[in-house]
Nanobody, 114 residues
Framework: QVQLVESGGGSVQAGGSLRLSCTAS????????MGWYRQAPGKQRELVAI???????NYADSVKGRFTISMDGARNTVYLQMSSLKADDTAVYYC????????WGQGTQVTVSQ
């Protein structure tokens, strides 16, 4: 079993910053990729950013230039540094890890107020 523990969500004013982290533990062979998705009320879950084991990254257009993903393979941890936050970034953010299959975290709420 693989467990994902997320932290770092919270409330912030527009223009502010937050840093999310997610650590995977349990029976882990080799992580292929880690990343973040988010789901706002009434919307589908969408990709925010993903980082692969070999260091490539991919971002949603809506967060490019504002969010930075980084992965610490030794600690099985992925971080999401979020800056210049907007009200539209308000959502539940879910950690994602791809090993032999996809595992999801429980989600952490990010609320950005005007």
């Amino acid at each position: 079993q693989v467990q994902l523990v997320e932290s770092g969500g919270g409330s912030v004013q527009a223009g502010g910053s937050l840093r999310l982290s997610c650590t995977a533990s349990g029976i882990i062979s080799r992580i292929t990729a880690m990343g973040w998705y988010r789901q706002a009320p009434g919307k589908q879950r969408e990709l925010v950013a993903i980082s692969t084991r070999v260091g490539s990254t991919n971002y949603a257009d809506s967060v490019k230039g504002r969010f930075t993903i980084s992965m610490d393979g030794a600690r099985n941890t992925v971080y999401l540094q979020m800056s210049s936050l907007k009200a539209d970034d308000t959502a539940v953010y879910y950690c994602y890890v791809l090993i032999s299959r996809v595992y999801w975290g429980q989600g952490t709420q990010v609320t950005v107020s005007q």
